[in-house]
């Protein structure tokens, strides 16, 4: 049984920072990219991170890229995303996902498990 399991949402003024954190279990954790999604209000799912399965090859999308980090700890099968200089459309719910191959992967279509998600809510 594949469970992701996520932690550190919450509320934010901008220009701050958090980091989530994702804890997976039924899964060979270093065989698969990790990936993070988000989903605002009124919106689309979005792509934000993915980061290989040894955790040497990131990508970001370019609305974070200059702010966001991903990493993963392979000894804890987690994942995590660094958020800094947090903006007002930064606001969502944010989704760590199981990619289906071991690099990077940035369509939705390719992720094979998805975690319950975490809201996100960045204030003036």
């Known amino acids: 049984q594949v469970q992701l399991v996520e932690s550190g949402g919450g509320l934010v003024e901008t220009g701050g920072s958090l980091r989530l954190s994702c804890a997976t279990s039924?899964?060979?954790?270093?065989?698969?990219?990790m990936g993070w999604w988000r989903q605002a209000p009124g919106k689309e799912r979005e792509f934000v991170a993915s980061i290989s399965g040894p955790g040497g090859v990131s990508y970001l999308s370019g609305a974070v890229r200059d702010r966001f980090a991903i990493s993963r700890d392979n000894a804890i099968n987690t994942v995590y995303l660094q958020m800094d200089s947090l903006q007002l459309e930064d606001t969502a719910v944010y989704f760590c996902?199981?990619?289906?191959?071991?690099?990077?992967?940035?369509?939705?279509?390719?992720?094979?498990?998805w975690g319950q998600g975490t809201q996100v809510t960045v204030s003036s």
């Open positions: 996902a199981v990619g289906d191959r071991l690099p990077v992967v940035t369509e939705a279509t390719s992720y094979i498990s």
């Open positions: 039924g899964i060979t954790f270093s065989s698969h990219s």
